[in-house]
């Protein structure tokens, strides 16, 4: 899940169909990231969880 950052981050609010509380929201659609981060919000990838190794 990707975390945006709005440039207000004081913002509370729905945009762009992602809900942001004091200027942070997630996301993993990337047409949604692109169009965040073409409009000066910070866009943080963060990585994949890799599973659990099972111990025998």
Do not use: C
């Not at 997630?26 to 949604?32: G, V």
């Not at 169009?35 to 599973?51: A, D, H, I, N």
């Amino acid at each position: 899940m990707a975390k945006i950052t709005a440039p207000n981050t004081q913002y509370n609010g729905l945009s762009a169909t992602v809900m942001f509380v004091n200027g942070v929201g997630e996301t993993d659609d990337p047409h949604l990231l692109e169009w965040f981060e073409s409009r000066g919000y910070t866009v943080e990838q963060s990585e994949p969880e890799k599973p659990a190794k099972k111990g025998k």
